[in-house]
T-cell receptor, first 114, second 117 residues
Framework: GAGVSQSPSNKVTEKGKDVELRCDPISGHTALYWYRQSLGQGLEFLIYFQGNSAPDKSGLPSDRFSAERTGGSVSTLTIQRTQQEDSAVYLC????????????FGSGTRLTVV | RKEVEQDPGPFNVPEGATVAFNCTYSNSASQSFFWYRQDCRKEPKLLMSVYSSGNEDGRFTAQLNRASQYISLLIRDSKLSDSATYLCVVSLNPPFAGGTSYGKLTFGQGTILTVHP
């Protein structure tokens, strides 16, 4: 597609439920990143994919968080047993792997855990 | 200490004013530097890269001081449309690395700018 697409744009869930967030990257962008932004905070790195593998998942805050990417394309971020502190905007960004340092961000998923 | 620190502001300036934002980074191995702009409830967008020699894009000038680990952004002749949060961003990877370069970025908290009539 022309841009990075994320869905859903908004998600309200009850504490303890699982949620799945989706990122559909720009075609041909090999690198994919997940960040999250809590209210009034800077962007926090979660995980990086190169193709289908995740060489750096050091930012995942707990084992309740996991992510996968299939076909070098769509990525899903799953949060199990959501907690209120998981409330944030989850942003996906992609990047070409060759001589291009700019990120293209999706518009994010605003997750609210009640 | 945060890896990237910015004065959160807010900066409230009249139209036409000149405003400067500063940023410091803690990792001396950082090699690429950027300013991103984020509008309210929107995703960040790249404003400009910052090069060692300093660079200018219209009303925006970015400077880098590696010795002091300091980055700045100057906005001249401020417009109402400049109102946004400005994010200072660094990376350990060199710019234009080519191949399958890994470009994990570290973001500052952002500086809020409001330009008023």
């Amino acid at each position: 597609g022309a841009g990075v697409s994320q869905s859903p744009s908004n998600k309200v869930t009850e504490k303890g439920k699982d949620v799945e967030l989706r990122c559909d990257p720009i075609s041909g962008h090999t690198a994919l990143y997940w960040y999250r932004q809590s209210l009034g905070q800077g962007l926090e790195f979660l995980i990086y994919f190169q193709g289908n593998s995740a060489p750096d998942k050091s930012g995942l805050p707990s084992d309740r968080f996991s992510a996968e990417r299939t076909g070098g394309s769509v990525s899903t971020l799953t949060i199990q047993r959501t907690q209120q502190e998981d409330s944030a905007v989850y942003l996906c960004a992609t990047q070409t792997g060759d001589n291009d340092y700019g990120y293209t961000f999706g518009s994010g998923t605003r997750l609210t855990v009640v | 200490r945060k890896e990237v620190e910015q004065d959160p502001g807010p900066f409230n300036v009249p139209e036409g004013a000149t405003v400067a934002f500063n940023c410091t980074y803690s990792n001396s191995a950082s090699q690429s530097f950027f300013w991103y702009r984020q509008d309210c409830r929107k995703e960040p967008k790249l404003l400009m890269s910052v090069y060692s020699s300093g660079n200018e894009d219209g009303r925006f000038t970015a400077q880098l001081n590696r010795a002091s680990q300091y980055i700045s952004l100057l906005i001249r002749d401020s417009k109402l449309s400049d109102s946004a949060t400005y994010l200072c961003v660094v990376s350990l990877n060199p710019p234009f690395a080519g191949g399958t370069s890994y470009g994990k970025l570290t973001f500052g908290q952002g500086t809020i700018l409001t330009v008023h009539p």
